[in-house]
């Protein structure tokens, strides 16, 4: 599974054009390899859908609101992104975190509206850097995680992609070693045998995100604990976009 999160890039026009072009691309190369989602600002998600419909490529939002409708200025909910075509939808990502004051209980809120409302939600987690050198990632990300999967059914955690971002990897140009990534993404898969079963951890969809680009994708995408990826930066150019794509190919 290869997430663009464009974050707040692109308006109406550059949206349309960049899926343009990557529709093209993946129609001509029959791109079956892997699950393509592209996460738009808001403002760009009913344009989008439009180009990728009967296309293999999906579409994600960015954030939503816990709340079904009402006064709540400035927030769009779970059902408005369903009506814009969202299959997907990016939660307590370390930007909503930092910037907007989301903590877990709002992740875990905003989790189980997503779910109810029929969404998919890609749930990030990650350290810090101070957390990394203070060797904290695993009791930092196994709190992120079980609080945002509280109450959480059997069933639909089926429908749940975590991201493993390391805050100190995302924009930097520093991303985690594949050994480093295999090693969290193992110790979640853990934790998700310990709340859930043996089957549903093996199952589970863990992506990794922070700096990844067309040089590193194909290394950070080999071990078969790491099922994808979530790329910011890189995933703004349909050039850079696509050779990460193919480094699934390539494993
Ligand atoms: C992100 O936005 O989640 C991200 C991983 O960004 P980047 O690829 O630019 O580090």
């Given at each position: 599974?290869?997430?663009?999160?464009?974050?707040m890039?692109?308006?109406?026009?550059?949206?349309?054009?960049?899926?343009?072009?990557?529709?093209?691309?993946?129609?001509?190369?029959?791109?079956?390899?892997?699950?393509?989602?592209?996460?738009?600002?808001f403002?760009?998600?009913?344009?989008?859908?439009?180009?990728?419909?009967?296309?293999?490529?999906?579409?994600?939002?960015?954030?939503?609101?816990?709340?079904?409708?009402?006064?709540?200025?400035?927030?769009?909910?779970?059902?408005?992104?369903?009506?814009?075509?969202?299959?997907?939808?990016?939660?307590?990502?370390?930007?909503?975190?930092?910037?907007?004051?989301?903590?877990?209980?709002?992740?875990?809120?905003?989790?189980?509206?997503?779910?109810?409302?029929?969404?998919?939600?890609?749930?990030?987690?990650?350290?810090?850097?101070?957390?990394h050198?203070?060797?904290?990632?695993?009791?930092?990300?196994?709190?992120?995680?079980?609080?945002?999967?509280?109450?959480?059914?059997?069933?639909?955690?089926?429908?749940?992609?975590?991201?493993?971002?390391?805050?100190?990897?995302?924009?930097t140009?520093?991303?985690?070693?594949?050994?480093?990534?295999?090693?969290?993404?193992?110790?979640?898969?853990?934790?998700l045998?310990?709340?859930?079963?043996?089957?549903?951890?093996?199952?589970?969809?863990?992506?990794?995100?922070?700096?990844?680009?067309?040089?590193?994708?194909?290394?950070?995408?080999?071990?078969?604990?790491?099922?994808?990826?979530?790329?910011?930066?890189?995933?703004?150019?349909?050039?850079?976009?696509?050779?990460?794509?193919?480094?699934?190919?390539?494993?």
């Amino acid at each position: 599974m290869i997430i663009a999160n464009w974050k707040m890039n692109k308006g109406l026009v550059q949206s349309q054009q960049f899926v343009e072009e990557l529709k093209a691309y993946v129609e001509k190369h029959k791109v079956v390899n892997a699950d393509i989602v592209i996460c738009p600002p808001f403002t760009s998600l009913e344009a989008v859908s439009r180009k990728i419909a009967g296309t293999a490529i999906k579409l994600g939002a960015q954030n939503m609101f816990y709340q079904t409708a009402g006064p709540f200025t400035g927030e769009i909910s779970g059902g408005m992104l369903k009506s814009c075509g969202c299959e997907f939808v990016i939660l307590g990502h370390s930007e909503r975190r930092q910037h907007f004051g989301e903590t877990n209980l709002t992740v875990n809120k905003k989790v189980l509206k997503a779910l109810d409302e029929g969404l998919k939600p890609i749930i990030c987690i990650g350290e810090n850097l101070q957390e990394h050198d203070d060797k904290l990632t695993e009791p930092v990300i196994e709190e992120q995680l079980a609080v945002a999967l509280t109450h959480v059914s059997e069933v639909d955690i089926a429908n749940v992609t975590v991201a493993y971002e390391p805050i100190w990897a995302i924009g930097t140009g520093k991303n985690a070693t594949p050994h480093q990534a295999e090693g969290v993404h193992n110790f979640l898969r853990k934790k998700l045998k310990k709340m859930y079963s043996d089957e549903i951890s093996k199952n589970a969809r863990i992506v990794y995100g922070g700096s990844i680009n067309p040089e590193n994708a194909k290394e950070l995408f080999a071990s078969p604990s790491v099922n994808g990826g979530l790329v910011g930066g890189a995933s703004l150019e349909v050039e850079s976009f696509v050779k990460i794509i193919n480094s699934t190919h390539l494993i």
